[in-house]
């Protein structure tokens, strides 16, 4: 086992959060850059991360970093297949930075490295059998931990918000153009999901029913994962849970009457909150070194 202080950088489509943690698991340092913009190749972020290792290395000699990325993400290959956000396509961004910052880089998925945080010291901490993880903020996307291991599939595991809806009033909508905190916001007429829930609870007619619609699709989704993987528990965030039961109990309700014979899961809401991002990052680069998260 080798133990070391690790820095976890989560690059997010506006900003880069940082971590280091020593290695008793200490929070050493946190840090928060904005995301470069046209920044195609990649290279901008790289220089913003190696900064950030840096000003970590200011406080603590950091043995390995964990980088963690939004998109389709082929881990094994150290790939971005796509990051519509960050404008990058087919970038071998883990390669980039193994190169740049001359240590070693665990490289991973955000969604993935948030289900991992959720299953290790979050939500689903001690629970057995398939996790399933639903961040619920600008997109949507889901992360499935099986036996303690993230569902890869070449990078396309998870995309649930990328499916196009075949009828109903959304009918040629993608999932998450109506399953998301910034889909509800927007049919609501609002900036942001909090302000929808808030107009919900105080009876707005246009929130409550683009609030309902949102349920819907988002139970449909979910009674596609419970019928293929069966999950235990299904782990939600982002900013929809944030509303709490105005969120969980109607969508517990429409999701069991969807189910049928199919497994019923726990619905629990994250507990790491944007954070979840970062603090996989720094698991996976513990677990590279061989040392417990």
């Known amino acids: 086992m080798t133990l070391s202080t690790v820095l976890g950088v989560d690059v997010g489509g506006t900003s880069i959060k940082a971590r280091l943690v020593g290695v008793d698991g200490e929070v050493l340092g946190g840090w928060r850059e904005p995301t470069p913009r046209d920044d195609p190749s990649g290279f901008a972020t790289i220089a913003t991360i190696a900064g950030l290792i840096e000003d970590a290395s200011a ?3 950091v043995g390995a970093v964990g980088l963690v990325v939004p998109g389709i993400v082929d881990e ?13 396509v087919e970038l071998p961004i883990a390669a980039l930075a193994r190169a740049a910052f001359g240590i070693p880089v665990a490289f991973g998925q955000d969604v993935r490295a948030g289900a991992l945080a959720e299953s290790v010291s979050g939500a689903a901490s001690g629970i057995d059998g398939t996790v399933a993880f639903i961040p619920v903020g600008t997109g949507l996307a889901a992360a499935f931990i099986v036996d303690g291991e993230p569902l890869v599939s070449g990078g396309w595991a998870g995309e649930i918000g990328q499916i196009v809806i075949a009828e109903g009033p959304f009918a040629g909508h993608r999932v998450e153009e109506i399953a998301s905190a910034s889909g509800v916001a927007r049919r ?6 909090l302000e929808a829930a808030t107009l919900v609870r105080d009876g707005d007619v246009r929130a409550t029913t683009a609030w309902q619609d949102t349920i819907n699709v988002l139970a449909d989704s979910l009674a596609g994962i419970c019928s293929t993987i069966a999950p235990t528990t299904i782990v939600i965030g982002g900013g929809l849970a944030e509303s709490g039961a105005l969120l969980f109990d109607p969508l517990e309700k429409a999701l069991v009457a969807r189910l049928g014979l199919a497994r019923r ?3 629990v809401a994250a507990t790491h909150g944007e954070a979840a991002g970062v603090i996989g990052a720094v698991y996976l680069a513990q677990r590279m070194l061989g040392s417990r998260p």
């Not at 609501?188 to 999901?193: L, Q, Y």
């Open 59 to 61: 406080i603590a000699a």
């Open 76 to 88: 094994d290959l150290g790939v971005v297949i796509a990051a519509v956000n960050l404008g990058w």
């Open 188 to 193: 609501a007429g609002v900036a942001s999901a």
């Open 265 to 267: 899961p726990r619905l």
